[in-house]
């Protein structure tokens, strides 16, 4: 069975039930961060966060973003959001685009999409070579691993969303006036080509899950639940550090 297959995501939180989780679980982040940015405890550092999301177009990726970093102070965490590499970004390596904003000890930083670009959109719109996607899976190992065996605290998330459930959102998205801007032809094409994605999420899921960084697939139909697993992913991870 495949690791997108196992996600349960006919399972259901209700709002209220998610709400009141989610400030359960906001509150002991927030206590861990403020430990590990030396703010209280014992006022040493503790090791760098880094949260990757990767997912579906309108997984919930953003509104899981929202409430992870929500309890925190704006000074005390980095959204960073990666689109298409630029033309400077493209005359160098594919990750040296992403180091600037890892963060270091004591530091906490969200990935919007990652490196992973290049095992996924790349990978699947021909933007990369076969050869240098192929060789990718290696490169973003070693990569991860160097930053988890200096410290680092690195979760990955893949937030999964049935193709029906893609489908209604983007609807929803087009009959709101508020929202409309977040769905693009791109968008749609993207759903298009699935199946392909399918195989290239498979494919990263099985070669760069490794024990430093193991990959957490979040069931997302159901907003409130991939909320709350979110947070308790990467309190988990945290807890396994401490």
């Known amino acids: 069975m495949t690791r997108l297959a196992d996600a349960d995501l006919s399972e259901r939180m209700g709002k209220e039930e998610g709400l009141e989780r989610l400030g359960e679980l906001q509150k002991r982040l927030l206590e861990r961060r ?13 090791p760098a ?5 990767e997912g579906w177009d309108a997984s919930g990726k953003g509104g899981a973003i929202k409430r992870l970093v929500a309890p925190l102070d704006p000074r005390h965490v980095t959204v960073a959001q990666f689109a298409a590499p630029t033309e400077r970004e493209k005359r160098h390596h594919f990750l040296w685009r992403f180091w600037p904003t ?3 000890r004591g530091g906490m930083c969200v990935f919007d999409r990652s490196w992973y670009g290049r095992v996924l959109v790349e990978r699947v719109e ?3 070579t076969k050869a240098e996607w192929k060789r990718a899976y290696d490169e973003i190992v070693s990569f991860e691993g160097g930053l988890c065996e200096d410290g680092m605290i690195l979760v990955k998330l893949w937030m999964h969303i049935s193709p029906e459930e893609q489908l209604r959102r983007f609807q929803a998205r087009e009959k709101s006036e508020l929202k409309r801007w977040k769905l693009t032809d791109e968008d749609w ?8 994605y399918e195989k290239a999420v ?3 899921l099985a070669r760069t899950d490794h024990e ?11 907003k409130p639940l991939a909320r709350v697993r979110v947070l308790e992913t990467v309190l988990d991870a945290i807890a396994q550090r401490r």
């Open 34 to 46: 403020l430990e590990f940015g030396g703010l209280i405890g014992d006022g040493k550092l503790g």
């Open 49 to 53: 966060l880094c949260v990757v999301f």
């Open 102 to 104: 890892l963060p270091g």
């Open 126 to 128: 021909g933007f990369a």
């Open 189 to 196: 094409r993207n759903r298009e080509k699935r199946p392909a």
């Open 202 to 204: 498979e494919d990263m």
């Open 212 to 222: 430093l960084a193991p990959w957490h697939v979040i069931p997302g139909d159901s």
